[in-house]
């Protein structure tokens, strides 16, 4: 599913426009980006958690030379479902 089927389908569950569905989705990206970005956790009960983790730095290679490399350390966001989200 992409961004334009997720508005349509967010759109007729909760029987509004897409207009209004779309502008919903997207501040809902926009607040979860900046809190996140401020390294602060969002929970939704049901649903699941965005938090941000540290990924330490690693060698790798890179595979066309063979030559090995720093990877260096960084932030990346991670999601973990709720209970009410499992298949």
Excluded: C
């Excluded at 690693?58 to 090995?68: A, D, F, H, I, L």
């Amino acid at each position: 599913m992409n961004k334009t089927q997720l508005v349509e389908a967010v759109a007729s569950k909760a029987k509004s426009t897409q207009k209004d569905a779309k502008a919903i989705l997207d501040a809902l990206y926009s607040v979860v980006g900046e809190t996140v970005a401020k390294g602060e956790s969002i929970i939704v009960t049901g649903f699941g958690t965005f938090s941000v983790s540290e990924r330490a730095a690693r060698t790798g290679r890179n595979p066309k030379t063979k030559e090995v490399i720093t990877i260096p350390a960084k932030k990346v966001v991670k999601f973990k479902p709720g209970k009410d989200l499992a298949l």
